[in-house]
T-cell receptor, first 113, second 114 residues
Framework: GENVEQHPSTLSVQEGDSAVIKCTYS??????FPWYKQELGKRPQLIID?????GEKKDQRIAVTLNKTAKHFSLHITETQPEDSAVYFC????????????FGGGTRLMVKP | NAGVTQTPKFQVLKTGQSMTLQCAQD?????MSWYRQDPGMGLRLIHY???????DQGEVPNGYNVSRSTTEDFPLRLLSAAPSQTSVYFC?????????????FGPGTRLTVT
């Protein structure tokens, strides 16, 4: 089955700096890579996703890049703000084969004002 | 639309008790799933369904049963609760079309087994 590894497990940045979180996956058939933000006690919220036919996607301060050959993808947050502080999860799935998301272990991002 | 709803929000069980976690969605989504999230970890897939009458096992199915008699509902049954099943349980759904793979998560059920 799929295995997703995520690094780092914790990340502390100064407000205004950039943050980068990296994930690797093992199943070459995976074609859908979402990123979720989870605040304490809340459900995961999708912040951006990318399909395998695209190498990069951007939405305002958030971007995701995908390298299919190396089987890794990354989340980039620019101009970080204190409200970006949360736990971020990457995930991978065969999007056209049901609902089977495999999650990474999470990154706790702390943005210091 | 209410989206994905889950009941109860909190539950405490004694070892050996059984219970059903409820999940419903009003978006006419074909795909539904159950995940568990242990403290400090990512979500792990328990069971999933690609349509009414069709279910399959995920990564951690032992100790849980599911059924999908309608498109809207996907209950998760704990057969004989164990302390290892203390976790937060999330239900999720998505459309079966290929236009989007986005999953919608319910608010979660926090389960403690003593």
């Amino acid at each position: 089955g799929e295995n997703v590894e995520q690094h780092p497990s914790t990340l502390s940045v100064q407000e205004g700096d950039s943050a980068v979180i990296k994930c690797t996956y093992s199943d070459s058939a995976s074609n859908y890579f979402p990123w979720y933000k989870q605040e304490l006690g809340k459900r995961p919220q999708l912040i951006i996703d990318i399909r395998s036919n695209v190498g990069e996607k951007k939405d305002q301060r958030i971007a995701v890049t995908l390298n299919k050959t190396a089987k890794h993808f990354s989340l980039h947050i620019t101009e970080t703000q204190p409200e970006d502080s949360a736990v971020y999860f990457c995930a991978a799935s065969r999007g056209n084969a049901g609902n089977m998301l495999t999650f990474g272990g999470g990154t706790r991002l702390m943005v210091k004002p | 639309n209410a989206g994905v709803t889950q009941t109860p929000k909190f539950q405490v069980l004694k070892t050996g008790q059984s219970m059903t976690l409820q999940c419903a969605q009003d978006m006419n989504h074909e795909y539904m799933s159950w995940y568990r999230q242990d403290p400090g970890m990512g979500l792990r897939l328990i069971h999933y369904s690609v349509g009414a009458g069709i279910t399959d096992q995920g990564e951690v199915p032992n100790g849980y049963n599911v059924s999908r008699s309608t498109t809207e509902d996907f209950p998760l049954r704990l057969l004989s609760a164990a302390p290892s099943q203390t976790s937060v349980y999330f239900c999720a759904s998505r459309t079966g079309t290929l236009s989007t793979y986005e999953q919608y998560f319910g608010p979660g059920t926090r389960l403690t087994v003593t």
